[in-house]
């Protein structure tokens, strides 16, 4: 019997966001198309919702050494990301590096946080070298477009992953790296519970709502469609836009963090906040967004023209997917391309407000075009079910046969690059140790010499 360890790195239970729900629903496709294997799921929270499938065991990771006996004890290890110390068990498991986003395009957005240059140079350089020893010790890997896919490629071959032994297994390399996209649940959010038109004060039961549901990223636009907003209000008073779920359960962002301060703060400035504009503080249970989607009639999601867009898989439009909502969006990534294409709603330019005002108005106002892209939404539902778009995983767990190259030519490079990891791991924690303890003196030091300069200049002026 196939041991198959899923190991989540985003939270898993009654709040989780895209990576613990993907891990989530991979755990139960597998262990319904591969009745002979055992599926385990380990997760980084204590557990609060019952495990996706009857024969998939949900326990959580604990320590590092608990993490190391659930992948000793296991054939297939799943994961996003896997720990230095998984080099261990190298020669003697099968890793499959499920990267579904651009996670390096990523972090140099979000490195952008940290403001001093060369603690941010330190940040950026210990996760390059973390990514490149992902890759060196993947068997196998998944990504969420063939636009990513080509990313990746390019990022092996740079590598040297991709010896012409590989090449020559299979030409296409689709046996090392193939397409499994983020996934739709089956069905259609069902209208149970009220909890937004008649319920959220502002927000009538004749009301259009717009959603954008999901955290506010920096490469996320909430500015231009909170001021498209402003534009809509003064034509219509029946359109609400809401902002569902802004606090991420794996503390990349909340209310808290300055962007959806902004955002509110906007909202505030226009006169549009509990008016036009509305925030869903925390994060809604998984369980309870189909009530949410129920309800909404149009969604939408804005950013901006940048690397990370090129390659992004926007998973917060697959739950618009499911409740067959016609979307209003910026063009640059791939779903954006398939929203102009099939059509499943209106594409615009990046900070164009009057586009996005126009977009989300004729959405409310053209019923032909509306019913038309919800007709649409349909058909997308079924090619992009978790079932379809996660089956070459399937596939590789059923019949684990690696083209990559031979893990003795592997093992050298791994080694340098999980040493390269921990080296600038550990000069990143010396540099903001540091930093933090010769800061407080600096300041003392800056306001001693300012003070003396000031005196000097008053002494100077009375001589």
Not at 29 to 56: F, G, K, M, Y
Not at 252 to 263: E, S
């Amino acid at each position: 019997m196939t041991k198959i360890l899923v190991l989540s790195r985003g939270v898993v239970g009654r709040n989780m966001a895209s990576t613990g729900i993907r891990s989530y629903h991979l755990a139960r496709v597998l262990a319904e198309q591969l009745p002979e294997a055992q599926v385990t799921l380990a997760v980084p929270n204590e557990p609060d919702i019952p495990s996706p499938h009857e024969r998939v065991r949900m326990v959580r990771q604990g320590n590092p050494l608990r993490i190391l006996r659930l992948m000793f004890q296991s054939d297939l290890i799943i994961a996003r990301e896997f720990p230095p110390y998984a080099i261990a068990l190298f020669f003697h498991k099968r890793f499959v590096l499920d990267v579904y986003a651009a996670l390096f395009i990523e972090w140099l957005t979000l490195s952008m946080r940290v403001l001093d240059p060369s603690q941010r140079r330190l940040w950026y350089t210990s996760r390059r070298h973390f990514l490149m020893m992902q890759l060196t010790l993947a068997d196998y890997i998944s990504c969420s477009d063939e636009r990513q896919r080509d990313l990746w490629i390019g990022a092996l071959s740079i590598a040297g992953l991709i010896p012409p032994r590989t090449y020559d297994r299979d030409t296409t390399l689709r046996r090392l790296i193939d397409v499994a996209p983020y996934g739709v649940q089956s069905g259609r959010p069902r209208k149970g519970r009220r909890v937004l038109k008649g319920v959220v004060p502002g927000i009538r039961k004749t009301d259009k709502v717009v959603i954008w549901n999901g955290s506010i990223m920096e490469w996320l636009d909430a500015e231009t469609v909170i001021r498209a907003m402003a534009e809509v209000s003064r034509v219509r008073d029946d359109v609400k836009l809401y902002f569902l779920g802004v606090e991420h359960p794996d503390f990349v962002t909340g209310l808290l963090f300055h962007l959806p301060q902004q955002a509110v703060k906007l909202s505030e400035e226009l006169g549009l906040y509990d008016r036009y504009v509305f925030f869903k503080s925390g994060w809604v249970p998984y369980n309870e967004i189909g009530d949410y989607l129920a309800e909404a009639d149009i969604g939408v999601c804005t950013g901006f023209d940048s690397l990370e867009a090129r390659y992004a898989y926007r998973t917060r439009f697959v739950d618009l997917f499911w409740a067959q909502l016609p979307i209003v969006c910026t063009e640059g990534d791939v779903l954006a391309e398939r929203v102009a294409q099939d059509p499943l709603g209106v594409v615009v330019p990046e900070r164009d407000v009057q586009a996005v005002a126009s977009g989300i108005l004729r959405l409310v106002d053209d019923k032909e075009f509306y019913r038309r892209c919800k007709s649409n939404l349909l058909a997308v539902k079924k090619e992009l079910s978790w079932e379809r778009v996660l089956a070459p995983i399937v596939e590789f767990a059923r019949n684990p046969e690696s083209i990559a190259a031979d893990k003795r030519e592997r093992l050298l490079p791994l080694l340098r690059r999980a040493t390269a990891y921990e080296l600038s791991r550990g000069l990143e924690k010396i540099a903001l140790l540091t930093r933090q303890r010769l800061l407080p003196a600096l300041e003392r030091s800056t306001v001693d010499t300012i003070g003396r300069v000031r005196r000097v200049l008053k002494d100077g002026k009375r001589g």
